[in-house]
């Protein structure tokens, strides 16, 4: 984690290449620099408040605040009409969190370990959950295609709207589940007591510089999208679907393997399904919301990004199943994500 | 259920409507209203006519009337000629089983109970005899779908008759499982020993006399359909997906929620899962071998219907896997059946 | 077993045959028929030398030679340019393993036992890798037909090869996992510590004289396909989905049956999902490399191959998720097999 702060250094580096009119390529790779260690700064900042706040609204500002970079990245995307990269980027996180970093942290973790048990119940309860959300929010699209007509625009902006609000009840149901009504299942093993590091003022003041640090590096990024990938023949789908997860998820991504190095395998598989449920229920929703400020983008996934969801949500039910991971998992994983990747890089 | 029998009162209003010539919506709300008590006579009068028959005998009755007004309902449909609306109600029946009388069960359990258990075991017998038979009744769908050729119809015929055949005699090789080779496998926990409330005699005449009327209403409901979903603008289809098997389903679906009140989960599941099985293994054969009386029916189920019974499947897995249930899942499974309305309601 | 050995007398007779130009279908029979026994001793020959070359190595062997039959058969059709054929036979093996074989050894080891246990563990590991093998290996086929759009043949050929090389190196990496890392897992329960019965010397002798053979019966039944099915019209496609694999797995076959009556349902298992696993991570990426040789061959499978393979992996899953088996799951996995026949006879 240390070395990520290391990375602090891309913020001014990029800042002056806006300046300079630095090649798109160019600014793209500084603005993913500069964003990975903010957002690593702006969770730690929040996992910070959450000690003053208490356990209950603390459990509520990370979940909801976990995703806060990509959320941001993804407004911009939608202020500038990319909404091939959005929905790609939803997806793309989805695929990545259950099969990059699920499959690293099993991978790292079973280097180190023969066999890595977790909390198949808990587990269980969020991946079910998971795949009902993956369900709910592929219907519109699995039914759009196969009728292969065109509805009129309207229609599919009212079922837009519709899922997005029932995604959000959901979502605000299972925070609701998660800290009142069963919060007993979620008292993680041995979670040690630890004090906050930074004082209530500091954690803020750094939520709120990291946050407008993001937003700007973000506007950096998502500018130099569409010309990089004409400069450089790759298709905006391609960026939307691979880079912008990895650079959104980085910091969780180093957090989860570093669980899982440290035996903690329960933490691992709830960064990874977690961070892929609040995609689903809150950023996904929010951002159909907050499309309508400017165009209404409809739910419509394509096919490509239909596929990669159903194939993480069945992986993600096999793999909690068993409550057990070792390392060949971990490269079963790995390999399913790098056949995609190379799929999608030659689509 | 004393509430339902107040519904008797519609099959009066309902025959002095068709006699006055009521517009087909009124009609087609007031037969729905009379089938609704009488389903749940029938299955009154079957139930009590078992503790006469000994429980093997009992036991096949229930299984084989338990979805009679079922399979009477799409006896008219299919009559007119409505292959749309049986082939729709086919797989609506399965959704709804497992969707909705799922989710209201697990809803208004888990309100009263943080957490119902149920027999793993029992559950994942039949959730995997269901996953066999969506799959076995799918297979010359999509593989129809994917071909997008035509086929001669004679050869659709020929196919649909085969497989009808074989879910039959997996139906009675079911049957034989259930109540001979592995019986002891369904003593259902503390099932109390009952007495008959009603004579043989008397459950014998209940029994025809709400077959009779069942008839009657059906067809009432049936001939309403056409002309209904022309005046308000509703698709056929919806009706048949959504509509008619909420209809059909009435009594039992209310069965299950009160089970599952009382805590009895294995039960509510039990009829929820065993009813699509019946839908699947009984009434669809038989549909299609009556089909052959009029126009042969063909087993080919639109894409629509696929995903959905795919949908059901995968979630009733799921859903057996974990041997658990509590209210946050019955609202997804909820929020799944209200997002396939609400899309087939828009298409 | 000794009743296959009386079959080795259709050797000469499809020799004396092939001078005497029989028509292909008796040719075609005549092959298949030579071919079963051949391919059981070729079976013996291997896991007698693993007696002297310690379970490693011996472990190694049986794992690699243990598809090769198929191996031999596809080499022909691939010299002869039936990619149809190839690609056809080898979702066939898998289809053929999971549903034929494991339903088979369910209902013949379910007549004599009521209820079957086999472990779970074991199972699970190989049942989850079987659905990321599946999943990797059909990624650029479900990707290409949802595309529908032609690709530059030389973009398939560098995927095709790309996937094989990644399941090459998952199959290595298993081999790893099963002898090294994690080789106490496959203790199987109470494996009775034979001696050999051959000398290394005749076990080699009969390996070499069992593949020369085959390899000649190969050629036999390989050319007669293409006449055969033009004479009988039947498709090239059924020929390599149902009748090839049956041809090429018999004498494995019989073994997982005959173990299952013995109550080895353990080894039933997994001879049915080891098969179907080298046939996925070892068969069909060597045959993409041997293609090299001739014209280069995709990867891509039809869509029936595909939708049949995610079939077989979910009831695979299914199947081993409960840990027990019982004669009607043997039946529901045989009568999905014979739907799925049925069609594509039609077809």
Redesign the interface.
Same mark, same amino acid.
């Given at each position: 984690m240390k070395f990520m702060k290391l990375l602090l250094i891309f913020i001014p580096i990029s800042i002056v290449g806006e300046f300079l009119h630095f090649s798109p390529t160019i600014m793209f790779i500084l603005a993913a620099l500069a964003i990975v260690p903010l957002a690593g700064l702006m969770g730690e900042a929040t996992e910070e408040i959450s000690y003053y706040t208490g356990p209950k609204l603390g459990g509520f500002l990370n979940a909801t605040f976990g995703n806060a970079t990509e959320l941001i990245i993804s407004f911009f995307a939608l202020k500038e009409g990319l909404f091939d990269v959005v929905k790609a980027s939803i997806a793309g996180s989805v695929i990545g969190n259950i099969l990059l970093v699920l499959g690293a942290s099993m991978l790292a973790g079973g280097l180190k370990f023969?066999?890595q048990t977790f909390n198949k119940?808990i587990v269980?309860?969020s991946s079910?959950?998971l795949?009902?959300?993956v369900?709910?929010l592929s219907?519109?699209a699995?039914?759009t295609h196969?009728?292969k007509s065109e509805?009129l625009n309207t229609?599919y902006e009212?079922?837009s709207v519709?899922?997005a609000v029932?995604m959000i009840?959901?979502y605000l149901?299972?925070l609701y589940?998660n800290f009142f009504?069963?919060k007993d299942l979620y008292v993680l093993n041995d979670e040690e007591q630890r004090e906050a590091n930074w004082s209530l003022k500091k954690s803020i003041f750094v939520l709120i510089v990291a946050t407008v640090l993001i937003a700007i590096e973000s506007e950096f990024l998502v500018s130099a999208v569409e010309p990089m990938t004409e400069a450089l023949g790759l298709s905006t789908f391609f960026v939307g679907i691979i880079l912008i997860p990895i650079i959104g998820n980085a910091a969780e991504h180093s957090t989860a393997v570093v669980m899982a190095i440290k035996n903690k395998m329960d933490v691992s598989i709830e960064i990874a399904i977690g961070s892929s449920l609040q995609i689903i229920l809150f950023v996904a929703p929010v951002l159909i919301f907050l499309s309508l400020l400017f165009t209404p983008m409809s739910i419509i996934f394509n096919?490509?990004e239909l596929?990669s969801l159903v194939?993480s949500v069945?992986?993600a039910?096999?793999?909690a199943?068993?409550g057990e991971s070792?390392?060949?998992?971990g490269?079963?994983?790995l &390999?399913?994500y790098? =056949? !995609?990747g &190379?799929?999608?890089f =030659? !689509?």
């Open positions: 023969k066999t119940k269980e309860v079910s959950m795949l009902f959300a369900i709910g219907i519109p699995i039914f196969t009728l509805l229609q009212g079922l519709a899922v029932i009840i959901i149901f299972s589940f009504t069963h096919e490509f596929i194939v069945l992986i039910n096999r793999v199943s068993d070792n390392w060949l998992e490269v079963q994983l &390999a399913v790098f =056949i !995609i &190379a799929s999608f =030659i !689509i």
